[in-house]
C-alpha cells in the first residue's frame, strides 16, 4: 500500500463529503449551511489541490483541472458570505444564502467528478 495515494484519496473524498455536508438542507435556509463547515470544505480542497500538483499524467491534469473549479467555487461562495456579512451591511438574506449554497453545488459536482476519476484510475491500475 502506497502511503501517498492513501492520503490523496483521503483528502478527496473528504472533500467531497464536507462539500456534500454544507450543501444539504434547504437552499435558502442560513441555519441549515455552517460557516465554519463552509471554511473547512475550503481548506481541505486547497488541500487536495496542492497534492494534485505533483502528477504529471493526462489523469492527473483532469483532476488538477476539476481541483481548480472547486476551489474557485468555494472561494466565490466564501467571498459572496464575506460580502454580505461583513461589508454590505445587508446580512445573510434568503437569496444571499442560496447563491452561496449553489456555488457549493458547483464545487461538489467538481469533486464528485475527481472522485469518479480517482476510482476509474485505481480500477484500471495494473500490478
Known sequence: MNPEKVVFGFFIVLSLTLN??????????????????????LVVNIIA???????????????????LVAVLQLVAGTVVWLWVEHISGTG??????????????????????SVVLLIIETVMLRR
Open 20 to 41: 456534500f455536508g454544507f450543501f444539504v438542507g434547504e437552499m435558502d435556509n442560513a441555519a441549515h449551511h455552517n460557516v465554519y463547515e463552509l471554511f473547512a470544505v
Open 49 to 67: 489541490l496542492i497534492l494534485k500538483f505533483g502528477d504529471r499524467s493526462q489523469m492527473g491534469a483532469v483532476l488538477l483541472a476539476t481541483s
Open 92 to 113: 445573510l438574506t434568503p437569496e444571499a444564502v442560496a447563491s452561496i449554497v449553489s456555488l457549493s453545488g458547483g464545487a461538489m459536482l467538481a469533486n464528485v467528478i
